[in-house]
């Protein structure tokens, strides 16, 4: 199974009021197996959505820092 989360994202300076980024539809996804195939990413649903999750969180992070 695919877990697919879509989120939207911003990132603002607040001191200068002034937008930096933003995404509206921002992606994270992750496989799961309900059978325990070994190697098929998460082992239950709960898994995958913190795989996700851990990826857009990544994904986030490396497009606020990759201008510095």
């Not at 911003?10 to 190697?39: A, F, I, M």
Request: overall charge neutral; aromatic content about 8%; charged content about 25%.
């Amino acid at each position: 199974y695919k877990i697919t989360i879509i989120i939207s994202a911003e990132y603002e300076d607040r001191v200068k009021r002034k937008v930096l980024w933003s995404e509206p539809r921002l992606l994270g996804w992750s496989t799961y197996s309900v059978v325990g195939t070994p190697g098929s990413g998460a082992s239950d649903e709960g898994g995958a959505q913190l795989l996700a999750i851990q990826k857009l969180a990544e994904d986030i992070k490396t497009r606020t820092v990759e201008g510095w």
